[in-house]
């Protein structure tokens, strides 16, 4: 499973658009990438998940170049409800014997008013 | 569709005690998967379940064990418990097979603490 390296923490206010970088130099051929959001006592969320390009669902992006060796969470004006953990991971799901997920330390976004 | 449920939410247990986390998938998820959170760390993967087998297993002593039934439920044990066993566990299921490019879905979690 290929190591990702994201900022240990990230300062934003209410209404900007908030880029969360992730390197993943290790990423194998049918590894995708996964965002999880995780509040305090919560349960991880998925967020989304990408293969290459560029894929958007109603409340993030996920741009990732054509090399697969980073990626980009892109959470588009945020609000204080969005401060969250925000965990980057790299894996392959398509296959029924693996669910492995090897979370790091993520994220941890402060969003202010 | 209800989510990942697990039960109990919280439970306070003592040095030597031995505990059973409860688990139930997404309907028509079959792969299960346990993870422990000590605070201020990510989830540390114990467990997963595919099709009632254990199919992966974390860097964690044998006194954690788990199980899948047929209803693809499952339970982790953890025997003789241990200050440093206190977390929070987190259950996951997924979709396995065609169309299985979703992530794994979280349930809320058991808070254990360990006095």
């Known amino acids: 499973l290929a190591k990702t390296t994201q900022p240990i923490s990230m300062d934003s206010y209410e209404g900007q658009e908030v880029n969360i970088t992730c390197s993943h130099n290790n990423i194998a051929t049918n590894d995708y990438i996964t965002w999880y959001q995780q509040f305090p006592s919560q349960g991880p969320r998925f967020i989304i998940q990408?293969?290459?390009t560029k894929v958007t669902n109603e409340v993030a992006s996920l741009f990732i170049p054509a090399d697969r060796k980073s990626s980009t969470l892109s959470l588009p004006r945020v609000s204080l409800s969005d401060t969250a953990v925000y965990y980057c991971l790299v894996g392959d799901v398509g296959s029924g014997n693996t669910g492995k997920l090897i979370f790091g330390q993520g994220t941890t976004l402060q969003v202010k008013p | 569709d209800a989510g990942v449920t697990q039960s109990p939410t919280h439970l306070i247990k003592t040095r030597g005690q031995q505990v059973t986390l409860r688990c139930s998938p997404i309907?028509?998820?079959?792969?299960v998967s346990w993870y422990q959170q000590v605070l201020g760390q990510g989830p540390q993967f114990i467990f997963q379940?595919?099709?009632?087998?254990?199919?992966g297993r974390g860097n964690f002593p044998d006194r954690f064990s788990a199980r899948q039934f047929p209803n693809y439920s499952s339970e982790l044990n953890v025997n003789a418990l241990l200050l440093g066993d206190s977390a929070l566990y987190l259950c996951?299921?997924?979709?396995?097979?065609?169309?299985?490019?979703?992530?794994?879905?979280f349930g809320p979690g058991t808070r254990l603490t360990v006095l």
């Open positions: 309907s028509g998820h079959k792969s």
């Open positions: 996951a299921s997924r979709k396995t097979g065609t169309g299985a490019t979703m992530g794994q879905f």
């Open positions: 379940y595919y099709e009632k087998e254990e199919r």
């Open positions: 990408g293969y290459k």
